[in-house]
Structures are given as structure tokens and as C-alpha cells.
């Protein structure tokens, strides 16, 4: 996933620019050749492909089937009977407000210049989409490639609409329907868009010496979200376990998931979405999606396999629930190295990230006897970890990854500065986020709890959310 490009803004600098230099060009004619021309290679005009369009529009499509209904039922699944539903509204309830809020002014904080706080969070110029029309454009990853600003804005609403979704997982079947919608709104204003405008805000390749995120700064790398969406997401699912609760007769009552059927459509469908995720976070249809593409399939295949083998190992069978903990596994791992690591180096990844993640939520779970429902945290944080650091590693050209492109080249070659640098790099990302989403989650979760009460009274959790919180059933005997 690239950050924002080029804006109007740059025309109407480049507008003033040339209304302040005219009294000079009227006394120096012979000058003014040398500086349009000058003025044509600082902002060389943008060139739109229908066909990279046409994939950012699908792309975008399918990020939303990921959400509703993929992750809706990978989760509903998980889940008692009796609370089913209530999974499948949180989620698409979830994703409406979380559009909603970003076309209002997530979009602006996110991808806009933020001033002296540009480091951390962008500003309000495009608050409402203001400016953004049919006419502006969004640069890709090459010099003078763009697709409409608008493909751009939906294509980022999309991730937005999924990430807060993934952390309700952590606590399902004990919180509030209103404590959901609340955290929704404050976490997303003060965690996600600020992560994102952190790990993604650059002026792109045309103005690649622009001011940048923090985390961009560092030169840590994170092509759809490892850090933005999985680490992030994680790591507020396991502060919100911790403050909710465990859920009533945790560990004494049987809490299988209901439905495993369900469960692996929604890992199926989740895993078909991805491709838009990944593949799409290259903005352009070209090679580099391709290789997004392939090690989206690979990776993901390899987790399979690779908890499958662990469970085999340790408990004398596989089972469907873990074959899909490794599926969602092998995708987030795979995630901030999509278009970045070669389709080997993708392999090793989902066979490393498997057992880590198995181990976070067969072991370290029960250890310190945090009730992660889902395993938000086993998952989704722990396998954004291992991405990110080995993204780091997997990138270099000798790995067989594609380098790190340094858009200061007149060639725009690919290298790479070295294992070392490179993953320390990621590190210092990595602690940022997990600072910031946890710190700041704590923080949010209490003021939900102050202003209308996290958890549901125990009476509505043993009859259900369904029931109580919404008055209908997802299924009738």
C-alpha cells in the first residue's frame, strides 16, 4: 500500500510560483525555456492507465469482501450459537461508521500534510474530500503514474473498515453493542489514522525528499499493512481482553467455536480478498502486483502446511480450526512483504510464522490466562511481527527479494542497505506501533468504559447477545 501522492495543492504552488516570477521573465525572455522546463521536471504531468484503475476498483471490492463477509463469518464461526449474530452486526456496523468517518476527515489525517505534526498525523486540508474530485490524481510507485485521487481514497477506506473490525475478536460474546461502536470511532480518530499517516505518508516518487511519516522516516518498509493493520489491530485486541474480562465461565464452560463450517468460508473468503490487499497496495497492474500476487498464494499456503505439521506433532492430529489459523497466519505474515521478498523467501516466512503463532495461542495464552477469543493477539499481532522483522531480511535482492528502490537515483535502482540496518528499521516501527496502539488503546478503552460501560451485565451474557443486545437469533430450530 503506497502513501499519498501528488495533490492539487502542487498546482496551485506551481500557480503562484509563476505569478511571483513574472516581473523577472519580462526582463529576461531568453530565461523563461530553461525554467518551464525546469518547472515540467519538478511536477511532470500525471498519466492515468485504465487498466491500473480498473485493478484498484477490483482491488478495493475485494478488500470489502475480506470484511463482509469474510471476516464476519471467519469470526461468527468462532463464536457460541448464541452469539453469532451479534458478530456478524458488530462487523458490518463496524465497517459503515468507519467509512463514513474516513471520507469525513480520516482520509485528511492520514494523507495530507500535517505541519509541525506532520511526523505523527497529517492536517485537515482535505477534510469532507475537499478538493478531491474526478480531476485530481494520486501517484503510484513509478514517476508520473497515477490512478483518480477517488480509487485512491476507496482503496484506503477499505483497510480502514477492516482493521477495527478484527479487533472485536479479542473480546466477543461479553461486550456492549454501544461500547463497540464508541471505541470504533475514538480508535480509529486517534490510533489508525495516525499509524497509517506514520507508516505510509511520503510525497511519492515525484517528490521523494518531501516530509514523510515517522515511521517512513525510519526507512522501515510495509507494503499493505503489517504494521498498520495487523500489529496495530493485535495489539489493541489483547489490551481490550485484558480490560473486558474474561467471559463468564471462561475456562470452566464449554466455549468451542459453533459452526467450523463457517469459519473456514470466512478464512476462504478472506483468503481470496487478500489478493486485493496485497496485490492491490501496488496501486499499479504490473509486475510487481504479480509478484504480490504469487506470494500471497505461496506464503499462505506454506502457514497451512506448517501448522498443520505442528498440530500433528503435538496434539496426533490436524485440525480444520488450525488449518485456518495457519491460513490467516501465512496472509498476515505476508502482508508487509508482499511486493517486496521473492516468492521463496515468501515460503520460509509462512513456514516460520505457523509454529510462532501456535505457540502465542496454544501456550502463551493459557500461561498468562488472557481470554482472546478469536486469538486476535496469537494471530494478527504476533504474525505482523515476524512479517515485519522478516520483511526486513527477505527483502535483499540476494534473498531473491526486490530490493528497496531509492527513488533518489535517476534510475531509481533497487538496493539494499544491509540485514542490519534494514531490520532495525523495522524494529524501531514495530515498537513504535505497539507503544502507540497499546498505550493509546488503554487509554480509550477506559473512556468507553466511563461513558457507557464495556461489558454487558452477566444475565444478557448467558442469554446471549443476540437476544440481548439486538432481539433476533441467527438461527431458528
Known sequence: MSSFKLSTSLGRVGAAAAALLAPAIAFAQEAAPAATEAAVAAAPAMTVDKGDTTWMMLSSILVLLMTVPGLALFYGGLVRTKNMLSVLMQVLMIAAVAMIIWVTYGYSLAFTDGGSLNSFVGGFSKVFLSGVDVSTMAESFSKGVAIPELVFVIFQMTFAAITPGLIIGAF???????????????WLTFIYFPIAHMVWFWGGPSAYAGPTGLIFGFGAIDFAGGTVVHINAGIAGLVGAIMVGKRTGFGKDMMAPHSMTMTMIGASLLWVGWFGFNAGSNLEANAYAVLAMINTFVATAAAIISWSLVETF?????????????????????TPAAGFVGPMGAIVMGLIVSPACYFFVSTVKNKFGYDDTADVFGVHCIGGIIGALLTG????????????????????????????????????????????????????????????????????????LDLSSHGEAAYHS
Open 172 to 186: 466477543a460474546e461479553r461486550i456492549k453493542f454501544s461500547a463497540v461502536i464508541l471505541f470504533t470511532i475514538l
Open 314 to 334: 503435538t496434539r496426533g492430529k490436524a485440525s480444520m480450526l488450525g488449518a485456518a489459523s495457519g491460513a490467516v497466519a501465512g496472509l498476515v505474515v505476508i
Open 393 to 464: 531480511v527477505f527483502v535483499n535482492p540476494a534473498l531473491g527479494g526486490a530490493g528497496i528502490v531509492d527513488y533518489s537515483t535517476a534510475d531509481f535502482a533497487a538496493g539494499y542497505a544491509g540485514t542490519a540496518t534494514q531490520v532495525w528499521a523495522q524494529f524501531k516501527g514495530v515498537i513504535v506501533t505497539i507503544l502507540w496502539s497499546g498505550i493509546g488503546s488503554a487509554i480509550l478503552y477506559k473512556i468507553v468504559d466511563v461513558i457507557v460501560g464495556l461489558r454487558v451485565p452477566v444475565e444478557a451474557e448467558r442469554e446471549g
